[in-house]
């Protein structure tokens, strides 16, 4: 009898046992399955281990109201990734759309025009990103990281490294727009973000300007060969992160009814944890959405149930760091269809 | 089964045990026994400014026998408020915050706090509005008032450090960033007052967390500036960095005098070799310790919010001996 | 834009053609033409000019100078890029950079030319059935476990090529470059490849064969150009040469360079 893993290194397996390959097959495709079976076995286990936090609602409500901004940072840079880019920069756009937003609320009053211009200098800062990765051939990481600084600097400048209260924006429709609380609990901008996502979906998968990112993240030659037009893609996909970036700030800066300087700084390594955690690679050529998604809730609740469940503090970072390594090695694993077909192999052995 | 006097025995044995061990936990009940506090350390865990805060909180969490609940936020405000959020949702006894996000980003989530009974205090940098408002419900402060230590460890500085008016002193803080500011203006105020020549510089976001990045900023303005007399600041980092970057630009103690703030293992040999002329104690220690106490105490029995001003005074050559071993420990 | 598929001379060709890398002369002052209905093979050594002439024909790349024309009309470089190329009926099937690796079989088949559906999106059934057909039916696909989900990395070298000429087949050009397309194929699959080029002139169109291996490129063409240093060193009909005459010539252009 042939044995298994020699089908599964000709990638073919399809000789032995279909039934089994194509079950497992099937569960497989359903995009992002592992990081959703990892999110809920540790909710499961922070709701074994701390039940008095994990089992009742308001735990989940309060991290529906602070995981949009990074989440939707993450699904922007899944995109930029898919790309065969990254962007370094979207840190100091939280901080200077804020900056932007609480400034004009502060001295005009303005609210939705305001959130216009907030948006647009989004754009601006994304379109000079594309423009010195594109036309003056800046690689995208250098690029970035030289724009981050600047814009970082700028808000501090013009901020005078104060922070603004704008507390009286509570009262305000463009407050319920944004972060009102459904029900008296539900925070709308966890809406706003799976909307967001849900689109950004069907940008990647089912448009053509989708399909131009992801080969232009496989191979550049080859996306240029098949007629499509590398420049206008990236310029494209920066001015897309941009706007995504000064949106999440927004929602950022609205939340807290304050802007501080230094927003946002701290999202840089989180947000790329999230997007890696849910299996997008950093070679380019494919971007898990739903991956990014899950990822985000991971990165963003693990150390509150980490802290909550007793483990102290000083651990919290060794277990991050740890999620991180299995997370990855996990998808890495999956990707091969020879590993895959082991584990199928693991699962009818033991049926 | 045979009856057995042995397996009799063993059972009467642990019975004993068992209402003997009872009997003398009830004897040592513990104020904050069950009780469950956050506590937000403000920086990384083990970092220069936070390790002795954490001690004291530990500490007092074990006095009191409280389940103390450790946060960490790297001095990011977002985050601070992200976790003042968890921390509710753990309906805890109480919540020890700092004030750097501000009033206008905490208001919201105290006065929920309140409402669910939970005790919410501050501790390293003040909220005066909220605690005016729930300082009867255990709002309290248990940190430097950030002027008068400023202004402390200005004056030492003056008298200590035999400086003259027109002398020329540079002053390296924070401040733009609201209330934590507040210690670099005293500190300049008093400097201003005394008829020195005051430069200002802003400690950026990267120095801020990463003061040894300040070495070479500073370097180059001693180099511009050679007749410079005095570097006054109130970062914790920043001070210790500070002599050796005077000894790396050929100065010897006393030709710059240095004020700062905490006290730093690299502060103290500054402190001993006469680099640093003043530093003024926060006291760490009791910036985690009596946050807790606040808590138990408000929780346990009602009493108000009690502000505690742990600034106070500054160490000088002549006084670091002392502390040296309690520093060590990582208690003050 | 309608195709004048019989009414003209050349469907391709390039007048004082010069292309500069900086510095280095890539195409100096070419000129070269391929008729209507015409088998042409572009042989020439490595660095000769082969690949940079097709991507000037195919939009890739812009000339220094020269002009090019299609079907007698002269075309503009401005604006000219693979859609246009496309949209004239060129299509080109590289070696290795005609397949993006990650992406699946249907995407590759259809990218840049995606059939979308009334909400702007792009019609996954659609183009999964087609590229189906086509490359089950059409071409004879009969990789093991290859469905047109499969991405391009699960494929073999022969079932790449596959692909490619599939997706020009599909897109129904009036002239089809090939760049070495046998290389690493099976004896099987090179003969495939081979009766596809017959089928090409049977069908009325022009084809442009680059190839290393004269014993393949010999069979199937009518004319030969001969490509050396950035230069057009020689222009034979097929007729009048034989194929070891052919190969003998090449050798001692070869031999002539490590003079």
Known sequence: MQSNDTNAINGAGSGKDPEIRTHIGKWARIEGLPIILVFLGLIGLFMIAAPKTFLGYYIYMSFLSTIPPPLILGLGLTLIIAGGEIDLSFPSIIAFAGFVFAYLFKNYQWTWAAFILTILAGIIIGLINGLIITKIGMPSIIATLSTGFFWTGLTVVFSGGLSYNIAELEKLNIYEFFVHRIGGIFPVQSLWALGIAVILWFVLNRSAFGEHILFMGDNLQVAKVVGINVDRTKIVLFVLMGALSAFAGLLLTIENTTFWATQGSGFLLIVMAAVFIGGTSIFGGQGIIVGTFFGSFIVGSIEAGIVATGIQGFYTRLVVGLVLLVAISFHLFMEKPEKRAILANFFKFHR | MKFSFKVLGMFVLSIACFFGFNAADSSAQLLGDGMTIYFQMGGDPGGAATLPRTNGARDAAKAFGVKLVEQYSGWQQELMIKQMKEAMAANPDGISIMGHPGEGAFGRLVKEARGRGIVVTTGNTPLPGLQATYGAGGFGYAGVVLYEGGKITAQEMISKGGLKKGDKVLVYGLLSQGPRGESTRGMKDTLDAAGMTVDYLEISNEVNRDFTLCAPIITAYLTKNSDLKAIGTQHGGITATLPRVLKNAGKKPGDIIIGGIDLAPATITGLEEGYITAALDQQLYLQGFLPVVQIVLSKKYGFAGLTTNTGAGVVTPETIGALVPLIKAGIR | ?259
């Open chain 3, 1 to 259: 834009m309608t195709l004048d598929r019989n009414h003209y001379e050349c469907i391709v060709r390039l007048e004082n053609l010069q292309l500069n890398y900086g510095k280095v002369e890539a195409l100096k002052n070419i000129s070269f033409e391929v008729k209507n209905n015409e088998i042409v093979g572009l042989i020439g050594d490595n660095g000769a000019g082969k690949s940079s002439l097709i991507k000037v024909i195919t939009g890739v790349e812009k000339p220094t100078r020269g002009k090019l024309f299609v079907r007698d009309k002269e075309i503009s470089f401005k604006g000219h890029s693979v859609k246009k190329v496309h949209d004239l009926g060129i299509e080109t099937v590289y070696q290795t950079s005609s397949l993006g690796e990650k992406q699946s079989l249907w995407r590759n088949f259809f990218v840049g030319r995606q059939i979308k559906n009334r909400w702007g999106l792009i019609d996954v059934q659609k183009e999964k059935t087609i590229a189906q057909e086509m490359l089950l039916e059409k071409i004879g696909f009969r990789g093991v476990g290859i469905t047109v989900d499969s991405p391009i990395s699960e494929l073999s070298g022969g079932e790449r090529q596959g692909v490619a000429i599939g997706r020009a087949m599909y897109f129904d050009a009036d002239l089809i470059i090939l760049d070495e397309p046998t290389v690493a194929l099976s004896l099987k699959e090179v003969a495939k490849v081979l009766n596809f080029v017959r089928e090409i002139k049977d069908s009325g169109r022009s084809c442009i064969y680059i190839e290393h291996n004269m014993y393949h490129v010999y069979e199937v063409c009518d004319r030969f150009v001969i490509l050396d240093r950035g230069e057009v060193v020689n222009v034979i009909e097929k007729h009048e040469i034989s194929l070891n005459q052919l190969n003998e010539y090449l050798l001692s252009l070869s031999t002539k360079k490590s003079v």
